[in-house]
Nanobody
Framework: QVQLVESGGGLVQAGGSLRLSCATS????????MGWFRQAPGKEREFVAT????????AYADSVKGRFTISRDNAVNTLYLQMNSLKPEDTAVYSC???????????????????WGQGTQVTVSS
């Protein structure tokens, strides 16, 4: 079983930045595709960004492209999401997730992920 723990959320003004982290357990983190998703109150969960096992391939939702950057450090089993130029509509609970089939490509589909973190709240004030 893989455990995921997010951190780095908080309250920030519009235009500000936050960096989310997702610490994972297990020695095989480096083999797995990871993703970030978010869910705002009363809305469906939506895809934010995904990165393949090596970090060499990424994909982003159109709404965050050019503002957010997903990255990973396989040496410390941690996934990151750098969020710049934040907007009030970015307010949501952000969760990381992992696909536990090895060497899979990045994916924007929540149903393809096997384990999820509890999430961290990001609130952007106007």
């Amino acid at each position: 079983q893989v455990q995921l723990v997010e951190s780095g959320g908080g309250l920030v003004q519009a235009g500000g930045s936050l960096r989310l982290s997702c610490a994972t357990s297990g020695r095989t983190f480096r083999l797995y595709t990871m993703g970030w998703f978010r869910q705002a109150p009363g809305k469906e969960r939506e895809f934010v960004a995904t990165i393949n096992w090596s970090g060499g391939s990424t994909a982003y939702a159109d709404s965050v492209k050019g503002r957010f950057t997903i990255s990973r450090d396989n040496a410390v089993n941690t996934l990151y999401l750098q969020m710049n130029s934040l907007k009030p509509e970015d307010t949501a609970v952000y969760s990381c997730a992992v696909r536990t089939r090895v060497y899979e490509p990045p994916s924007p589909y929540p149903y393809e992920y096997d384990y999820w973190g509890q999430g961290t709240q990001v609130t952007v004030s106007s």
